[in-house]
């Protein structure tokens, strides 16, 4: 059985895991648990339950603010003039062995059910998506998606009630 769990260095082979984005793997083998004593970001990883140590893919989250700046016109609607709370997903990546097979898609998922889960004691209104736009584009099919540069793409509140993926 497929589970997500918070990256444990003692249990989870980060050692062994390769995307085949250097910069990905350098970042979950160097400073994924590093980040997390600190409380800069948390790591996720999805494992099998027979095979924990084996990681499928990997997604770190952390608090961010959306300015009002990088907003449309038409999205600010009743929103007030300053930054608003958010969750960023700062690295996502799927190892090589598992590409293709609906990974991607289920670290998104974990993304969308951690904010919602946060979003019950705190106030955010939005998940931040660093990625390059072609990629997302490739994830993501939903109106609530709005891609603000090359490199960032919000999902606005309404993500938490009609998000698929592709």
């Known amino acids: 059985m497929l589970v997500f769990e918070k990256l444990e260095p003692a249990v989870h082979n980060r050692q062994q895991f390769s995307c085949g984005n250097e910069e990905l793997d350098v970042f979950l083998k160097k400073y994924a648990a590093q980040n997390q004593r600190i409380d800069q970001s948390t790591t996720h990883v999805l494992v099998n339950t027979e095979r924990r140590e084996e990681i499928l893919g990997f997604i770190t989250l952390c608090s961010s603010a959306l300015s009002i700046e990088d907003l449309n016109p038409s999205d600010l609607g009743r929103l007030p003039r300053y930054p608003i709370p958010a969750i960023k997903i700062a690295r996502l990546a799927v190892s090589s062995r598992f590409q293709g097979n609906k990974v991607g898609s289920a670290l998104l998922g974990h993304a969308v059910r951690s904010a ?4 019950e004691d705190i106030g955010v209104r939005a998940l931040i998506v660093d990625a390059k736009k072609s990629i997302m584009t490739n994830v993501f099919h939903t109106d ?4 603000l540069s090359d490199h960032t793409i919000t999902m606005q509140q309404s993500i938490y009630n009609n998000y698929t993926v592709k």
Do not use: F, M, Y
Request: charged share 25%; hydrophobic share 50%; glycine share 0%.
């Open 144 to 147: 609530s998606v709005s891609i």
């Open 116 to 119: 919602l889960k946060v979003r």
